[in-house]
């Protein structure tokens, strides 16, 4: 690797690091201040920490290499996540930020034990264990493509590469806790922005043009610059379900529970569209871009989802490939903090905390909680040396585990005063039951499993929404309690 990259690399390691410093210093020290730093976060880093911790490696390297690959019809997952995404800061976010606050809640099995009232403790307990059975597989994802990356670009070993990438996250993290997370997010989010947009525009000039560059697809494969090419409606639908998913992503509505107010979600909602927008449109130029490139120039490319690496390598100085670089790991570790100090919070709150040690101090919780983002990225890592998992099934199966059982719930709470314990325990568990069925089920169709026919999102958040809607209908109806906080929540929403 040239001196001059692993200078910039350097820089961004040394500088996520000091934030993490930072951070710690600023952060109060108890439980509130390391998990939602004490909801005091800013908009513009609420929007650029829920947008960078929500992309992941797959805005730099998925979604690239799938328009590389099949052109324009790439763009239904894009379309569908936009659209997700703006409605989850319009009809959740403000909501969910009064409901937590209201009722004291730092992670979501905490709002759900708090808004129905489950003196079981169920609710926490479901949900705590699909957050860290998820997330456990979740952030290993993240961990894998951060030792791919060190070894497909940087020529280092695979599993160099992933100690390097999740000791710095565990480093910034287990310290700085939300604030850390939030703030390096932010830095990592305005990379990332900036490489989306300097990437395809230094390609395009590169090949004289936009005409040239469209006129090379066209030689290649016309029906490549055609949305509609292979058009079918359950294939539309079932790409445009990702953006379902939003609503139940605990590591993406928590940005919402941390803003200092939620008269501030507007401004975030601005901030974090206009980034997302950009940003996709980037992602998806590099890989547009990229195949009338490698065309052009009559060259090979072995793995499509390292167009990004590519360009970053033969069109830029060595310290700005540095840079460019540092905009993959970038979008890797945001996910994998996020990640795993939501896992932290659940196994340490929603369940030391709850059920081995209630007496337990701030301080006590708050080291329990640093112990867990160590153990949980000790697992990840012990899964990640399997180079066979697949980042893209386990990052798809558990966006749609969380879409499916969280989903619902998290809508359906905030607006319906008449959704009662039992109907969220049920949908709870029918929406990831779902999921599951659909993908380990050996059922074919037309020698097709159920999964590629249709986007197992699909059918997880619709059985979910039933089942809560019949179950709420057939049980007993919310106390005067319930009611009592979802009116007052309302009526501060006014």
Not at 318 to 340: E, K, N, R, V
Request: aromatic fraction near 10%; glycine fraction near 10%.
């Amino acid at each position: 690797m040239d001196t001059y990259t692993l200078i910039s690399l350097g820089i961004y390691f040394i500088a996520m690091l000091a934030i993490g410093l930072y951070s710690f210093k600023q952060s109060e020290a108890d439980v509130a201040g390391f998990l939602l730093a004490g909801r005091k976060v800013s908009p513009k880093v609420t929007a650029l920490s829920a947008g960078a911790s929500d992309m992941s490696g797959w805005m730099l390297m998925g979604l690239p290499g799938a328009m590389y690959v099949s052109g324009m019809p790439s763009t239904w997952i894009a379309i569908g996540l936009v659209i997700g995404a703006f409605f989850n800061y319009l009809l959740v976010a403000p909501r969910l930020r009064v409901y937590t606050e209201e009722s004291d809640s730092l992670t979501i099995p905490d709002y759900f034990e708090h808004r129905f009232h489950d003196h079981s403790h169920t609710l926490r307990i479901i949900s705590s264990i699909v957050i860290v059975l998820f997330f456990t597989l979740y952030t290993s994802s993240g961990v894998v493509a951060g030792g791919k990356l060190f070894e497909s670009a940087f020529g280092m070993s695979y599993y160099t590469g992933l100690y390097v990438t999740t000791g710095v996250v565990v480093a910034y993290t287990l310290f700085g806790g939300f604030m850390a997370v939030s703030m390096t997010d932010f830095v990592q989010g305005c990379i990332m922005f900036i490489a989306l947009i300097l990437v395809p525009v230094v390609a395009i000039f590169d090949m004289g043009g936009v005409s040239p560059m469209l006129t090379e697809i066209e030689s290649i494969n016309a029906d490549m610059l055609n949305l509609f090419t292979g058009f079918s409606l359950v294939a539309v639908i079932s790409s445009m379900s990702w953006g379902l998913g939003y609503f139940g992503q605990p590591h993406i509505i928590v940005r919402f529970m941390a803003i200092r107010s939620e008269k501030d979600l507007p401004t975030a909602r601005r901030i974090g569209m206009t980034w997302m927008i950009v940003s996709i449109i980037g992602a998806l130029a590099v890989g547009l871009t990229g195949a009338a490139y490698i065309s052009m120039n009559k060259m090979q490319l072995g793995d499509p989802e390292t167009i990004f690496i590519f360009f970053s390598q033969v069109l830029f100085h060595p310290l700005i490939t540095g840079f460019l670089l540092a905009a993959i790991l970038a979008a890797i570790m945001s996910t994998i903090s996020s990640q795993l100090l939501v896992t932290s919070s659940s196994l340490a709150g929603d369940l030391y905390h709850r059920f081995l040690r209630r007496g337990a101090s701030q301080g006590e919780i708050l080291g329990v909680s640093r112990l867990c983002v160590a153990l949980v990225a000790a697992v990840a890592i012990a899964l990640a040396h399997d180079r066979s998992s697949s980042i893209l099934s386990l990052v798809s199966n558990a966006w749609a585990g969380f879409g499916a059982a969280f989903g619902p719930i998290i809508l359906l709470s905030l607006y319906w005063k008449g959704m009662t314990r039992l109907g969220a325990i049920s949908g709870m568990i029918a929406g990831a039951a779902t999921v599951l069925l659909w993908i380990y089920l050996p059922i074919e169709v037309d020698g097709k499993p159920l999964s590629s026919l249709m986007y197992e999102m699909v059918p997880g958040f619709i059985v979910a929404t039933i089942v809560v809607l019949l179950v709420s209908k057939i049980t007993p109806p919310p106390s005067n309690e319930i009611l009592s906080r979802h009116e007052k929540v309302e009526n501060k929403l006014r």
